[in-house]
């Protein structure tokens, strides 16, 4: 089983829609939670951290729930300019783990006119 | 604030030469960086984690004497691709993070795409 899976879509939808994209991971030791978006032939970037309470930014908002091991991310009122890959990542803490890093395999969005 | 550069962005070379990729972090000192590798509709990989100062630590399957690493400075990592085949041609990025950053966040170079001939 793959540490953080995604569902690789990919996701095709109109402007204005709004999509839903899931993520688990099998680590229960994980402590911080993140979506990155990356750009084809670009770095990653850093879209939004993930707590337990859930939290918003603009159009997008990110829900993570523990106990099933789930993280989830919403983006509504989608624009062209959201088409990319959206990762998933984990990250362990402490010891030789210290800030790594765990991505999942991407889900790609395309918005289209 | 928090910019990695990479450098070269690509390089071509030749198999059976050696190609060295530096990762700088501009405005802020990175205690620790990490390299990552991805291929064609794949995600990153992580490769090893260097901290300054100090020997890199491998993930497995990673050859440590293929992928020299060097942490020498705050600001400066490099990664030493040797002997390069084909199959090493991929995307390589380093990303840079301090102590105390907040969520561990990483910072990420803009990546170098090697090509091996």
């Known amino acids: 089983r793959k540490e953080v899976e995604q569902d690789p879509g990919p996701f095709n939808v109109p402007e204005g829609a709004t999509v839903a994209f899931n993520c688990t991971y099998s680590n229960s030791a994980s402590q911080s939670f993140f979506w990155y978006r990356q750009d084809c032939r670009k770095e990653p970037k850093l879209l939004m951290s993930v707590y337990s309470s859930g939290n918003e930014d603009g159009r997008f908002t990110a829900q993570l729930n523990r106990a099933s091991q789930y993280i989830s991310l919403l983006i509504r009122d989608s624009k062209l300019s959201d088409s990319a890959t959206y990762l998933c990542?984990?990250?362990?803490?402490?010891?030789?783990?210290?800030?790594?890093?765990?991505f999942g395999q991407g889900t790609i969005l395309t918005v289209h006119p | 604030g928090a910019v990695v550069s990479q450098h070269p962005s690509w390089v071509i070379c030749k198999s059976g030469t050696s190609v060295k990729i530096e990762c700088r972090s501009l405005?802020?000192?990175?205690?620790?960086m990490f390299w990552y590798r991805q291929f064609p509709k794949q995600s990153l990989m992580l490769m090893a984690t260097?901290?300054?100062?100090?020997?890199?630590?491998?993930e497995q399957g990673v050859e440590k004497d293929k992928f020299l690493i060097n942490h020498a400075s705050l600001t400066l990592s490099t990664l030493t691709v040797t002997s390069a085949h084909p199959e090493d041609s991929s995307f390589y990025i380093c990303?840079?993070?301090?102590?105390?950053?907040?969520?561990?966040?990483?910072?990420f170079g803009p990546g170098t795409r090697l090509t091996v001939t």
């Open positions: 990542v984990v990250t362990d803490a402490g010891g030789t783990s210290y800030g790594k890093l765990t």
């Open positions: 260097s901290n300054e100062g100090s020997k890199a630590t491998y």
């Open positions: 405005d802020f000192q990175a205690t620790t």
């Open positions: 990303s840079a993070s301090s102590m105390g950053t907040p969520g561990y966040e990483q910072y």
